[in-house]
């Protein structure tokens, strides 16, 4: 199972993944992806929202979906919100399999799915002005590739 939870407190990615590992001897790998707020162009913070029950229940989805195409052994997703300082983490992705392939394929899988289907809404702090980020084709496009049964390992 991929466990998947949203919080305003910083996370552990060390023991984030000991606790998906502990104690276990049939995983091969662990895949982690840890994204965090970058200083761009005077960006002073990101403010994140979300409405908790429905990003919780596309969040459970998509880690249900991940789950369904490869032999995933366990997962943990960590999604702050709140306001974040660059340098801040954001998101962690954490995946554990008997073999790589399906633990990077699955990470890989998640974060696109994280940036396009889950709902969270985005503003750059510059100084005293608020700017929504919009969504982008970049990240569509990745996303993509994984609908009509591609990008399975």
């Known amino acids: 199972m991929i466990a998947a939870r949203v919080q305003a407190a910083a996370f552990d ?5 000991a606790r998906l590992t502990g104690g276990r001897s049939d995983i091969g790998a662990v895949v982690t992806f840890t994204g965090h707020v970058r200083a761009d162009d005077g960006l002073t913070a990101l403010l994140i929202e979300h409405y908790p ?3 919780q229940r596309q969040m459970m989805a998509i880690a249900a ?3 369904g195409r490869w032999p995933l052994l ?3 997703i960590v999604h702050r919100h709140g306001r974040l300082l660059p340098g801040e983490a954001i998101v962690l992705v ?8 399906a633990a990077f394929a699955a990470a890989e899988f998640l974060m696109d ?9 985005k ?5 005293d002005r608020l700017h929504w980020v ?4 970049t990240d569509d496009a990745a996303a993509a590739r994984w609908t009509a049964g591609g990008g399975t390992t």
């Open 113 to 121: 799915w994280l940036k396009t289907r889950a709902p969270f809404w």
């Open 13 to 17: 990615m060390a023991a984030e993944t």
């Open 65 to 67: 979906e991940a789950w």
């Open 53 to 55: 029950a429905m990003t």
């Open 94 to 101: 954490a995946i554990a399999s008997a073999h790589r392939g």
């Open 74 to 76: 366990g997962g943990s």
């Open 134 to 137: 919009a969504a982008k084709a």
């Open 123 to 127: 503003q750059e702090e510059r100084g």
